[in-house]
């Protein structure tokens, strides 16, 4: 039996064999039209009926971009300028944040703080160049722990000069949907204060590719890239490959130094991505897993078969690695510093905190549906850590003083960690985001070399819209 645990009470993982889609294949790269030899893009938000769950379950009116869940592949070269014209097809207002790119402030997408929310009916041109190759996804900034989990996502690719070589590409862009004993979305549970005290709305029904348990065809000796991004509300992911080598090749889009994973597994917190590369050595004919394994129980979230004949005996073992991206380093040694201090939810503790200009009591706050604090403060995108004087080193500590890991994401930047609980580390990847575990302090370093006002929030988007969510500016 498959069974996840959403927090303490366990559920049962719904059998339904169904999927969105007919294939595990995502839909092409929506056909960039070009305007003025620009890639053009159009994305149109709106309701979709889907049979969520599976043919012998009930239909439920999820949010999709072009209806399709994942939205189109948006898919660009390195530097190469491009259009995206978002038409909100909701009935309600909407916005298109590309997560991890290096952008200009006034393409991101965060409104109220780089742009006003599009209205329904509106439309919103973002124009955008992509610094860094890599594996990035968009989604909506406004209302987004609704519109996320209605479907409103999709996976956003920069392809590298010069392309690596394998033989396959493998997308699973994983999500967590949370449906009803009947199979339909949990719609009643939206807003939540259970879910916004505790870890945020934690799903019990996987998807890949929009898709429940889908079927990728390889073949014996093939070399696969498997790009994998968690799109989930709230719950941190671990994908393990049994039986496969894996090698990591980025991380939320950026080169790491190739390295062979530990046991085959990946751990992704909400908005994470990583490029792996997948030796394809199974037996010809022969159906290997994906499992996600988070829980400790494995579950099984997609299906690797074989076909009867391979293409190599063996897939080759050179050493492939990704060229590192632009990226300025930052000074480990001096830079500006900004605390944030992380308290309130569940088990935490909080007594108070300031909020609309007032200090009001933990049951005021509750009461209002807000339950966490950024350094004393509900942390709204008003919220402001300060401003820092661009080119100059950040050194960001966050000290999370809840009793829940959050897994913070930085706009416009990417950061290493430099040290954790006080004490350096080095040479850690860049991120965009990363899951700040319970009770620890991490230092974060960058180079705020982009002008402008930038997010800084938890991706579990149910604590984003309970009090976790600041900006700072560069200017
Ligand atoms: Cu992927 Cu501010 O978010
Ligand atoms: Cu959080």
Redo the contacts with the bound molecule.
Sequence with gaps: MIQRSPGTTRRRFLTGAGALAASAALPAPLRAAARAGIPHWDLSPGPISRQLAGPEYGESTLWAYNASIPGPIIRVDQGQPFRVRLTNGLSQATTLHCHGLRLRNAMDGVPGLTQSPTAPGETFDYEITAPDAGTFWYHPHYQSSEQVARGLYGLLIVDERDPLPVDREILLVVDDWRVTPQGLLDTDSFGSLGDRSH??RFGNMLTVNGEIRPRFQLRRGERARVRMCNTAN?RPMTFAFPGHDVTLLALDGQPVAPEELLGAEIALAPGQRADLLLDCNGPDGSSAQIHEVSTGQAMLAAHLDYADTPLRERAPTSKLALPANPLPEPNPLDGHVIDLV?EG?AMGGMRQARYQGQMQSMRALADAGQF?AFNGEIGTLGTSLGTVALGRTVHLTIHND?A?????HLHGHHFRVIARNGQSVRAEPWRDTELVPRGERLTLAFVADNPGKWALH???L???ASG?MAHFEVV
């Design positions: 870890g945020g709230a992380m939810g966490w809840t829940f890991a959050h897994a913070m938890c991706h579990m149910e604590h984003a976790m």
